[in-house]
């Protein structure tokens, strides 16, 4: 026994110490016990790095193995997957190409012609625009033109400061984000301001950073299609560098209803026979009102977003619901809608904990036995 302690404490503190010494008496009494204050130390931590792998044990057994992830797609199926934009993705694959076979001239030493990959796209709301630029963010690192790939999106107000000097830290904070990736500028031409400089000083840091960190990160600058040419011929350097658009036209009714299609497949809805054909009506109806400011996908989404929270109202007061009633859209579901084609009620679709937030207000008044079936109610992810 106490061979064994001795061996221990040389394990953890190394021979010669007198601390655990073992004493015997010259008179031949019994050996003196250990030093009381070392032995619980040694003890102690003895235990607990024995009984530490038998608690992880125990919980890793008990956890639950994880679902297997869905293959993620690459750039070019997501971009083939959109609808409409037939235009718009010939050029996306154009630049691509251009890209791809410039990179392999770099590898074998060959010569490239100088070619700008900063963009401007052009277009009304809701046409995709953000959407194709983080699929081209995501094609460029494909193919290793990007390091990164990411999509950092802004405005006005995430570059512009109020104060003489700000702004250039303001905006070269958001060309730090966007290194290895895209810069998106939303709305690009409200920089160009009569009246005051603030805009034109995060224009100057922007070029300048595009002239010293060449080939590290890609501008993509986007709004109506009058006011960016406008923008881009206001400035000499803005017009050397970004000598390409990309135009993004309205959807068709035949695509918008594709769009609302693709929102009820994704999640889990369908309409009945009545509520079908009121639907594509009010579609067509949007289409046809359309004016300066129609937001395409984006009021499709919006509608989508109106008449799964009708249903979710009606569903909510059901007694016994079942995955018939909760997937199934009627035309009690489509009362006020036309407070979506009123002037001035175009509205960005809400996020996923917004609407979540949207469903547990609905259900607040309702019995606790009902509440249970918020979970079965499902929540939609709107994108721009």
């Given at each position: 026994?106490?061979k064994?302690?001795?061996?221990?404490?040389?394990?953890?503190?190394?021979?010669?110490?007198?601390?655990?010494?073992?004493?015997?008496?010259t008179?031949?009494?019994p050996?003196?016990?250990?030093?009381?204050n070392?032995?619980?130390?040694?003890?102690t931590?003895?235990?607990?790095?024995?009984?530490?792998?038998?608690?992880?044990?125990t919980?890793?057994?008990?956890?639950?193995?994880?679902?297997?992830?869905?293959?993620?797609?690459?750039?070019?199926e997501?971009?083939?997957?959109?609808?409409?934009l037939?235009?718009?993705?010939?050029?996306?694959?154009?630049?691509?190409s251009?890209?791809?076979?410039?990179?392999?001239?770099?590898e074998?030493?060959?010569?490239?012609?100088?070619?700008?990959?900063?963009?401007v796209f052009?277009?009304?709301?809701?046409?995709?625009?953000?959407?194709?630029?983080?699929?081209?963010?995501?094609?460029?690192k494909?193919i290793?033109?990007?390091s990164?790939?990411?999509?950092?999106?802004?405005?006005?107000?995430?570059?512009?400061?109020?104060?003489?000097?700000?702004?250039?830290i303001?905006?070269?904070?958001?060309?730090d984000e966007?290194?290895?990736?895209?810069?998106?500028?939303?709305?690009?031409?409200m920089?160009?301001?009569?009246?005051e400089?603030?805009?034109?000083?995060a224009?100057?840091?922007?070029?300048?950073?595009?002239?010293?960190?060449?080939?590290?990160?890609?501008?993509?600058?986007?709004?109506?299609?009058?006011?960016?040419?406008?923008?881009?011929?206001?400035?000499?350097g803005?017009?050397?560098?970004?000598n390409?658009?990309?135009?993004?036209?309205?959807y068709?009714?035949?695509?918008l209803?594709?769009?609302?299609?693709?929102?009820?497949?994704?999640?889990?809805y369908?309409?009945?026979?009545?509520?079908e054909?009121?639907?594509?009506?009010?579609?067509?109806?949007?289409?046809a009102?359309?004016?300066?400011?129609?937001?395409?996908?984006?009021?499709?989404?919006?509608?989508?977003?109106?008449?799964i929270?009708?249903?979710?109202?009606r569903?909510?007061?059901?007694?016994d619901?079942?995955?018939?009633?909760?997937?199934t859209?009627?035309?009690?579901?489509?009362k006020?809608?036309?407070d979506l084609?009123a002037p001035?009620k175009t509205?960005?679709?809400?996020?996923d904990?917004?609407?979540?937030?949207?469903?547990?207000?609905?259900?607040?008044?309702?019995?606790?036995e009902?509440?249970k079936k918020r979970d079965?109610?499902p929540k939609?992810?709107?994108?721009?």
């Open positions: 026994m106490r064994g302690l001795r061996s221990v404490y040389d394990d953890l503190y190394g021979s010669g110490s007198s601390d655990l010494e073992m004493h015997a008496d008179s031949g009494a050996a003196q016990p250990f030093n009381r070392a032995v619980p130390e040694v003890e931590e003895v235990v607990t790095e024995t009984q530490q792998p038998m608690a992880t044990a919980a890793s057994s008990k956890k639950e193995p994880e679902k297997p992830k869905e293959p993620e797609k690459s750039g070019m997501e971009l083939n997957e959109l609808i409409g037939k235009t718009v993705k010939h050029d996306v694959e154009e630049m691509i251009l890209a791809k076979v410039r990179k392999m001239r770099e074998k030493g060959m010569k490239t012609a100088p070619v700008s990959l900063h963009l052009s277009g009304n709301p809701g046409t995709g625009k953000t959407t194709v630029a983080r699929i081209l963010a995501k094609l460029y494909e290793g033109i990007l990164e790939g990411q999509l950092v999106e802004t405005d006005r107000s995430g570059l512009v400061a109020g104060y003489v000097g700000q702004t250039a303001k905006t070269k904070k958001k060309i966007a290194m290895g990736g895209v810069l998106f500028i939303d709305e690009a031409y920089l160009n301001q009569e009246g400089n603030y805009g034109q000083e224009i100057d840091t922007i070029l300048k950073a595009m002239e010293d960190h060449r080939d590290e990160f890609i501008v993509i600058v986007a709004g109506y299609t009058d006011l960016m040419r406008e923008f881009i011929d206001s400035n000499p803005l017009k050397s560098r970004f390409k658009f990309f135009e993004f036209p309205d068709t009714v035949d695509e209803q594709q769009i609302f299609d693709l929102q009820c497949k994704k999640y889990q369908k309409l009945d026979e009545d509520a054909k009121a639907v594509k009506e009010e579609i067509i109806k949007l289409e009102e359309k004016g300066e400011n129609f937001a395409n996908a984006r009021e499709v989404r919006n509608l989508f977003e109106k008449i929270t009708n249903q979710a109202t569903v909510a007061a059901i007694e619901v079942d995955e018939e009633t909760l997937s859209i009627t035309m009690e579901d489509l006020d809608l036309d084609s001035g509205t960005k679709p809400k996020s904990e917004e609407l979540g937030e949207m469903i547990d207000g609905i259900l607040k008044d309702v019995p606790e009902k509440k079965l109610i939609t992810i709107i994108r721009r």
